[in-house]
Nanobody, 128 residues
């Protein structure tokens, strides 16, 4: 079992930056692929970013490439999402997620249903 707790959300203006954090309560954090997803009102939860177990591979949704950066520190059991140049359309609840399944040849996944542990989310609101 893994408990994930997000923090760092808030209300900002368009063009501002935010850094989300996700702290994981597990002794085996380095065995999990970690991801960030978001859900805007009335919309499905969507992939934002993911990082491999060792932190050496990342993937991003097209709409955030070049603006968002995902990173992790396995010694601190923490994953971050640095969000720059925020836009009104980035407004959503942001969720941290962990994928515990080891799949041959798979270092990273963008598929929501591959993730089996989820945090409760943190609200990010970007005003224009």
């Amino acid at each position: 079992q893994v408990q994930l707790v997000e923090s760092g959300g808030g209300l900002v203006q368009a063009g501002d930056s935010l850094r989300l954090s996700c702290a994981a309560s597990t002794r085996t954090f380095s065995t999990y692929i970690m991801g960030w997803f978001r859900q805007a009102p009335g919309k499905a939860r969507e992939f934002v970013a993911a990082v491999s177990r060792r932190g050496d591979s990342t993937d991003y949704a097209d709409g955030v490439k070049g603006r968002f950066t995902i990173s992790r520190d396995n010694a601190k059991n923490t994953v971050w999402l640095q969000m720059n140049s925020l836009k009104a359309e980035d407004t959503a609840v942001y969720y941290c997620a962990a994928d515990s399944t080891i799949r041959a040849g798979v270092m990273i996944t963008t598929i929501r249903y591959d993730y089996d542990y989820w945090g409760r989310g943190t609200q990010v609101t970007v005003s224009s």
